[in-house]
C-alpha cells in the first residue's frame, strides 16, 4: 500500500505537529513540500506551485495541510492529527484527561495566533511599532504559561492528557517552540520549571531526538515569507 502523504509549505508551520507525529509512531510517509518560488525574482513570495495543484487534487476543502492515504483525503491540520491519534492510541479516551487535553489544544490554538495574528498582519506598521507589538505579546503569553505550570503542578502530569503522550503534546510542543524565535534572547520558560521540563521531556523523547536537534527541523523556518518574522530562522 503507499505510504501517508502529507502536502504543505516547506516550512514547519500547521504541518509539523503532524510530521512529528508521523515520526514519532515510526509510520513511513510521503511530503510535498510547496515553494514560494525563487527568492531572488520580484514576484517572491508566490503561491504558484501550490495554485496549480490546490483544486486539482480532489480535496473537499482544498488547502494546506493535506493528507491523502489511499482514496482517502481530508484537510485541516488539527482533525488531520485526530485522526493519526485515534488509530494509533495517541489521543486520551478517559476523563477527566480527554476535558483536560481539549482545553489546553484550544488554549494552544489561541496562543499560537496571536503571535499568527501579528506577524502576518495587514498592517504591519513601522518596524518600531512592529517591535511594540511583539513586546506586547509577552503579556498574555506569560499569563497562559503561568497557568499551564499551575496546571502542570496541579495535575502533577507528564503531558498534558496526564502520563499519556497524546497529539496535543504535538501541538503544544511546536507552537510553544515559536515562540522562542519571537522572544529572542529574553528566556520565556526558564522562570517556568514545570514548562521548561516539559518541553525538554519532549525533545528528549527517544523517538523524536534526533529528528529534533537536526537541519530539517531546526533550520526550516516556522511560518511563510508573507510573515514579517519566522520564515528564515535557526533554532539557538
Ligand atoms: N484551519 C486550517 C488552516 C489552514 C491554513 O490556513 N493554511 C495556510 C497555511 S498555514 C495556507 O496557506 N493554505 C493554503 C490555501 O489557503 O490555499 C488548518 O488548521 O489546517
Known amino acids: 500500500m503507499a505510504p501517508i502523504k502529507i502536502g504543505y509549505w516547506d516550512i514547519r508551520g500547521l504541518a509539523e505537529p503532524i510530521r512529528m507525529l508521523l515520526k514519532h509512531l515510526n509510520i513511513e510517509f510521503e511530503e510535498k513540500r510547496y515553494g514560494f518560488g525563487n527568492e531572488s525574482e520580484a514576484s517572491f513570495p508566490n503561491l504558484d506551485e501550490w495554485l496549480a495543484e490546490k483544486f486539482t487534487l480532489g480535496l473537499d476543502f482544498p488547502?494546506?495541510?493535506?493528507?491523502?492515504?489511499?482514496?482517502?483525503k481530508m484537510t485541516e491540520s488539527v482533525a488531520i492529527l485526530k485522526r493519526l491519534a485515534r488509530a494509533n492510541g495517541m489521543i486520551a479516551t478517559t476523563e477527566p484527561a480527554l476535558s483536560y487535553s481539549e482545553m489546553i489544544e484550544a488554549m494552544i490554538i489561541d496562543i499560537r495566533n496571536r503571535l499568527i495574528n501579528v506577524v502576518y498582519a495587514e498592517n504591519l506598521g513601522t518596524p518600531e511599532e512592529f517591535e511594540q507589538k511583539l513586546v506586547a505579546l509577552r503579556e498574555p503569553l506569560e499569563t497562559s504559561l503561568g497557568q499551564l505550570e499551575a496546571f502542570f503542578q496541579k495535575h502533577g502530569s507528564q503531558w498534558v492528557a496526564g502520563n499519556q503522550l497524546t497529539y496535543v503534546d504535538f501541538m503544544a510542543y511546536e507552537y510553544l517552540d515559536w515562540y522562542r524565535v519571537f522572544a529572542k534572547s529574553t528566556p520565556i520558560f526558564e522562570k517556568l520549571p514545570k514548562v521548561s521540563d516539559y518541553m525538554k521531556r519532549f525533545e528528549e523523547l527517544?523517538?523524536?531526538k534526533e529528528y529534533i536537534?537536526?537541519?530539517e527541523h531546526r533550520s526550516v523556518g516556522c511560518l511563510s515569507p508573507f510573515a514579517r518574522i519566522g520564515h528564515r530562522w535557526v533554532k539557538e
Open 206 to 208: 527517544p523517538s523524536l
Open 63 to 72: 488547502n494546506l495541510p493535506y493528507l491523502i492515504d489511499g482514496d482517502f
Open 213 to 215: 536537534a537536526s537541519d
